[in-house]
């Protein structure tokens, strides 16, 4: 009877130890890890008192269920004068990466098209085209085309609540919108009307992908006054995108002060 009693209890042991070893783990991003990360590495970015997760407020997730992954973007609180960003995509397992979504006043790090920097300003000694492709391919979020495309969608769509540009929207550009931002240098409207065109110019000349495309590959992005452009380097597109990101800022730094 007590090796009957043995068996059947060695037998239960053994398929709980192999139901348990077998469950895959119900891991979570580490969310705070890569925020205080990425603050530790940009000196740029504020930090707050304790829990950066807490201090970096989630404004939007979005997820793509077809691929597996989800894009959040989070922010500085609204009391801050320079209010700053931050990107953070998860992989399928739930590995993350962050990347600065930095103000217009770090020109170094957005490169704008005919633009000049704002003297004094600390470099981050990077630009958003690189950190966005190191990103992807830590992530293997690169993997394929397709996969990489539909993270630029959900990224500049979904999540930025950006606008298509196309051959037709002109309009957008003659108009000069005026915003004063405090830590950039002013200028006149005849100087902002200039670059505004020049933007409108090069985005028309290399709007689709490839020739005769229907997609686009320009992203406005009026929140920020500024403009993605998404350029593929690779010619195969059955091969992994490199990307090549050029950047616009749009709207003029219009002192109210001044004549």
Request: overall charge positive; proline content about 4%; aromatic content about 14%.
């Amino acid at each position: 009877m007590k090796s009957t009693f043995l068996k059947i209890f060695i037998l239960l042991l053994f398929v709980l130890t192999t139901f348990f070893s077998c469950k895959p783990p119900t891991a979570e991003p580490n969310i705070e890890k890569v925020i205080t990360d990425l603050t530790n590495k940009f000196p740029q970015l504020p930090r707050g008192k304790s829990n950066q997760s807490d201090y970096y407020k989630l404004i939007r997730s979005v997820t793509n269920g077809e691929c597996n992954f989800q894009l959040q973007l989070r922010s500085t609180p609204d009391s801050i004068k320079n209010k700053q960003q931050i990107i953070i995509l998860i992989n399928q397992k739930k590995e993350c990466y962050a990347i600065p979504l930095f103000s217009n006043k770090y020109f170094d790090y957005w490169n704008f098209e005919f633009d000049k920097p704002t003297k004094g300003v600390e470099k981050t000694n990077t630009t958003f085209e690189k950190e966005f492709t190191r990103a992807i391919n830590t992530l293997n979020l690169n993997d394929t085309l397709e996969t990489s495309s539909k993270v630029i969608n959900e990224l500049f769509t979904s999540l930025l609540n950006c606008e298509l540009v196309r051959e037709t929207d002109s309009i957008h550009f003659e108009g000069v919108t005026f915003n004063y931002c405090y830590n950039q240098s002013t200028e006149n409207y005849d100087s902002c009307w200039a670059r505004q065109r020049k933007n409108f110019n090069s985005i028309k000349r290399i709007i689709h992908p490839r020739e005769s495309y229907y997609n686009y590959n320009a992203y406005m992005d009026n929140q920020n006054s500024r403009i993605y452009q998404i350029i593929n380097l690779e010619k195969d597109r059955w091969k992994k995108m490199k990307p090549s990101i050029k950047m616009y800022r749009q709207g003029c730094n219009f002192n109210r002060g001044n004549n």
